[in-house]
């Protein structure tokens, strides 16, 4: 018998088909711009707003979650430093957990990786070399952070830039044994640092590389489908599947870089955009890649 997620995602979609009725159901909510890194890449440590209050918080949780929201993630900054007096993130998991089908959070890895939500994902951008250059030398700490976690679901995120793309074979055997899956995404060219950005050339190799190793059993949790339309672009994106929420509490659906930054969609490797687009339109990869990732049976 389906769950009541199941039924849940089974009735938006038909809902969304027939009825015209959109509704976000994966939101990211932004807790805090501050962080303990200034990665070159990451345009939201520059940002001055502070943690947003305790009691604010809360109630963006419930207007996600009346938009239609069920899946919930966590971000920064660095999520884990969020305070509210004695308040930490684990005081806000909490409350999220009453309302979401599963509540993630996504973290630079540099502070222990002991949570109560569902799923973790720790960015590792590269080989040490390659990491170290975008994040500081902080690469053998968050391993060891890794190695310690007793986290159920910990996962490894890592974002393809053109410093790091010839290494991601490498780097994803090395994480293999490390972390229970692994995600990817491209990086989009934010002001300042579109050096960055992966050539098609480029983008293509690796995604033949990652389906190869994909095939060899090693723990890509990105679908086949997601791997092979990140190719071209040519999938056809939902950005209403999607809403974002910032620590000053604004919420916003659509496309994640939406009052961020440019939108330029046929340079877009946000995989997790590609992969619940595909899977509203019912491809069975990117379906069961939420089922893995978010931990449903």
Same mark, same amino acid.
């Given at each position: 018998?389906?769950?009541?997620?199941?039924?849940?995602?089974?009735?938006?979609?038909?809902?969304?088909?027939?009825?015209?009725?959109?509704?976000?159901?994966?939101?990211?909510?932004?807790?805090?711009?501050?962080?303990?890194?200034?990665?070159?890449?990451?345009?939201?440590?520059?940002?001055?707003?502070?943690?947003?209050?305790?009691?604010?918080?809360?109630?963006?949780?419930?207007?996600?979650?009346?938009?239609?929201?069920?899946? #919930? @993630?966590?971000?920064?900054?660095?999520?884990?430093?969020?305070? +509210?007096?004695?308040? /930490? =993130?684990?005081? !806000?998991?909490?409350?999220?957990?009453?309302?979401?089908?599963?509540?993630?959070?996504?973290?630079?890895?540099?502070?222990?990786?002991?949570?109560?939500?569902?799923?973790?994902?720790?960015?590792?951008?590269?080989?040490?070399?390659?990491?170290?250059?975008?994040?500081?030398?902080?690469?053998?700490?968050?391993?060891?952070?890794?190695?310690?976690?007793?986290?159920?679901?910990?996962?490894?995120?890592?974002?393809?830039?053109?410093?790091?793309?010839?290494?991601?074979?490498?780097?994803?055997?090395?994480?293999?044994?490390?972390?229970?899956?692994?995600?990817?995404?491209?990086?989009?060219?934010?002001?300042?640092?579109?050096?960055?950005?992966?050539?098609?050339?480029?983008?293509?190799?690796?995604?033949?590389? #990652? @389906?190869?190793?994909?095939?060899?059993?090693?723990?890509?949790? +990105?679908?086949?489908? /997601? =791997?092979?339309? !990140?190719?071209?672009?040519?999938?056809?994106?939902?950005?209403?599947?999607?809403?974002?929420?910032?620590?000053?509490?604004?919420?916003?659906?659509?496309?994640?870089?939406?009052?961020?930054?440019?939108?330029?969609?046929?340079?877009?490797?946000?995989?997790?955009?590609?992969?619940?687009?595909?899977?509203?339109?019912?491809?069975?990869?990117?379906?069961?890649?939420?089922?893995?990732?978010?931990?449903?049976?």
């Amino acid at each position: 018998m389906f769950g009541s997620h199941y039924l849940y995602f089974l009735s938006h979609n038909l809902k969304s088909r027939f009825l015209g009725k959109r509704e976000p159901l994966l939101a990211g909510f932004k807790v805090t711009h501050r962080c303990n890194l200034r990665c070159r890449a990451c345009p939201f440590w520059r940002k001055t707003e502070g943690d947003i209050p305790y009691g604010k918080a809360v109630d963006v949780l419930h207007s996600l979650h009346q938009m239609g929201v069920r899946l #919930l @993630i966590f971000e920064g900054g660095e999520p884990f430093l969020w305070r +509210d007096g004695e308040r /930490t =993130l684990e005081d !806000l998991i909490a409350e999220a957990k009453k309302l979401f089908f599963c509540v993630g959070v996504t973290t630079n890895g540099t502070l222990p990786l002991e949570t109560n939500a569902d799923t973790v994902w720790v960015s590792i951008d590269g080989l040490r070399e390659s990491h170290n250059y975008n994040r500081g030398p902080t690469f053998d700490r968050i391993i060891e952070n890794i190695r310690r976690s007793t986290h159920p679901r910990l996962l490894a995120n890592i974002t393809i830039n053109c410093i790091n793309v010839r290494e991601i074979p490498e780097l994803v055997r090395f994480l293999s044994d490390l972390v229970k899956g692994i995600t990817i995404q491209f990086y989009y060219p934010y002001p300042g640092t579109e050096d960055l950005w992966v050539p098609w050339d480029e983008r293509r190799w690796v995604l033949d590389e #990652l @389906i190869r190793l994909k095939q060899k059993g090693y723990p890509l949790f +990105d679908s086949y489908e /997601t =791997l092979r339309a !990140l190719k071209d672009n040519r999938w056809k994106c939902h950005p209403w599947l999607i809403a974002s929420a910032d620590p000053d509490g604004t919420i916003t659906r659509g496309c994640y870089l939406q009052n961020r930054a440019e939108i330029a969609c046929e340079k877009c490797g946000f995989a997790a955009h590609t992969e619940i687009s595909l899977a509203y339109d019912w491809h069975l990869g990117p379906i069961n890649t939420g089922r893995k990732t978010f931990g449903f049976r």
